[in-house]
């Protein structure tokens, strides 16, 4: 399995928009091969989103980026981002949930 964990950083205050449209679009990611997509905020950083995901494979994820619907969401988000991002690529080898 793949994991993608990530930060991105919104325009002050959009940090709730931003993880609204983040959320709305997890539906869709079982079928897509998501095993585990999670979305959090930090209550004393009012800008800081934090993205956590594992997927059947890295393949899967990169194909999930360009379904119509998470293209549509990005495109949506990235004006109410800074384009301050992080991410760090993993293995997974276990845990709860996946």
């Known amino acids: 399995m793949y994991g993608y964990f990530g930060t991105m950083k919104a325009k002050p205050g959009h940090r709730d928009a931003v993880v609204e449209i983040l959320v709305s679009g997890a539906g869709g990611l079982k079928a897509a091969g998501a095993h585990l ?46 384009g301050e991002f992080s991410s760090t690529e993993a293995r997974i080898v276990g845990g709860l949930g996946v």
């Not at 979305?39 to 999930?64: L, P």
């Not at 619907?69 to 800074?82: F, K, Q, S, V, Y």
């Open 37 to 82: 997509y999670v979305v959090g905020v930090s209550d004393t950083d009012e800008q800081t989103i934090f993205v956590n995901e594992v997927w059947e494979s890295k393949e899967h994820h990169d194909a999930s980026l360009q379904l119509p619907e998470t293209r549509a969401a990005i495109a949506t988000a990235m004006p109410m981002l800074t």
